[in-house]
């Protein structure tokens, strides 16, 4: 087990994995808030679990990735189309402004960024059931698809980024349309 946020833990599970052919990197578990509360735990805390994670993770990992690898960073629809929570949104554009800094920086690496909408997941099945029906809800209206996206859906977007040897810099927004809207 890794602890994203603790660079030791990062250094000692790459180290167990050399010639990592890619890497892909899922968001943390992490709170948001309105600006007006300006909790700095929320806000800072944030950034601290899903910015500053995966880039010491990406930093660990460096040393074992083959030359011709694929890194995914996770960021969120939000970056593109915040819905409250400034810093929320913040954080997701900054993961995005990452992966395009990495793939410029490390070359021939190929380095992307998934932004995901609402996905039926862990994070949205272990908080209570009336929070997570009128954020579903609020998803169907929200987007194309009319539905949250299921965790193999953007297994598979994941994927894409990592197989695809000619797309670097990228973001893919896996959102069901959320952005288009």
């Known amino acids: 087990m890794v602890e994203i946020t603790d660079r030791a833990s990062l250094a000692a599970f790459f180290a167990q994995a050399p010639g990592l ?7 943390a578990s992490y709170r948001t808030g309105t600006f007006r509360e300006g ?7 944030l950034f601290q679990a899903k910015f ?16 011709d690898a694929g890194v995914v960073l ?17 954080c997701n ?9 990495l ?6 690496l190929r380095i992307n960024c998934l932004s995901p909408g609402t996905t039926d997941s862990d994070l949205w099945r272990n908080r209570p059931p009336e ?17 949250p996206a299921t965790m193999e ?11 695809n040897e000619y797309m670097t810099g990228s973001t893919l927004y896996a959102d069901g349309g959320y952005t288009m809207r």
Request: hydrophobic share 50%.
């Open 131 to 147: 929070q997570r029906e009128a954020a579903y809800a609020q998803w169907r209206d929200l987007t194309l698809l009319q539905r």
């Open 52 to 67: 500053w994670g995966q880039y010491w993770a990406v930093h660990a990992a460096l040393p074992f990735l083959r030359a």
């Open 153 to 163: 859906e953007q297994a598979h977007a994941a994927l894409f980024l990592l197989d």
């Open 74 to 90: 996770m960021s969120g629809a939000a970056s593109a189309r915040p819905l409250g929570a400034p810093a929320y949104a913040a």
């Open 21 to 27: 052919t890619g890497l892909f990197t899922p968001a």
């Open 39 to 45: 909790e700095a735990e929320t806000s800072e805390g």
């Open 93 to 101: 554009a900054a993961l995005e402004g990452l992966a395009r800094g």
């Open 103 to 108: 793939a410029v920086e490390l070359a021939p």
